[in-house]
């Protein structure tokens, strides 16, 4: 067999036809008829040049040194890409433009919704801990340390309240001793 042809398998592979629905179909033929697609509506646009551009020049063929062929293709090649470069660039601009005005448009378009949203979860969030808190203080744990505290500041004043007591006690017995040590004697000086 040569190079690049193909066996003939006619009649090997039979079966149903899915398209027509047709039993015991030659599938290898079939897949070889099936119609060309027709690109005869389609109309080629000649190459729009300005003024101020020059046509990219055909790569001429030389069939007997290889290799020119070769640097005049690639030549033509970079002509090409060179002349076509501002037309990218341009494109590409616009298409970063258009990107960035869609993105803020978005972001505007966005923001009221997330700014609503956000103020929504934090109101839940606050109502949430409020009644989680109003809960866990009516728990019998919560009321018994409530009642503690209360009663331990109750004891901290009474007996703060008792050592200023016991202070003056204690400063009026000393002013008393103080002065019964000196009454009715006589100090001389001299």
């Not at 398998?9 to 697609?37: E, I, Q």
């Not at 190459?47 to 063929?61: D, E, G, L, M, R």
């Not at 200023?164 to 008393?176: E, G, I, L």
Request: avoid cysteine; hydrophobic fraction near 35%.
């Amino acid at each position: 067999m040569a190079f690049g042809s193909f066996p003939d398998y006619t009649g090997v592979f039979t079966g149903t036809d899915t398209s027509t629905g047709k039993r015991n179909v030659d599938l290898y033929k079939a897949a070889f008829k099936a119609s060309a697609p027709n690109f005869s509506s389609y109309s080629a646009q000649a190459p729009v040049f300005s003024s101020t551009q020059t046509p990219v020049p055909s790569p001429t063929y030389d069939n007997k040194n290889p290799i020119d062929n070769i640097l005049n293709t690639a030549q033509a090649i970079q002509t090409f890409e060179e002349a076509r470069y501002p037309f990218e660039l341009q494109k590409f601009r616009q298409m970063s433009d258009i990107a960035a005005q869609q993105q803020l448009k978005q972001a505007y378009d966005l923001y009221p919704l997330l700014s609503q949203a956000g103020r929504e979860a934090t109101e839940r969030n606050l109502a949430a801990s409020m009644a989680s808190l109003r809960t866990k203080e009516q728990m019998p744990s919560s009321v018994q340390n409530i009642m503690a505290s209360k009663q331990a500041q109750a004891t901290s004043a009474a007996a703060g309240e008792a050592d200023r007591a016991r202070a003056v006690a204690a400063q009026q017995a000393a002013a008393k001793d103080y002065a019964g040590r000196f009454a009715g004697q006589y100090i001389q000086v001299g």
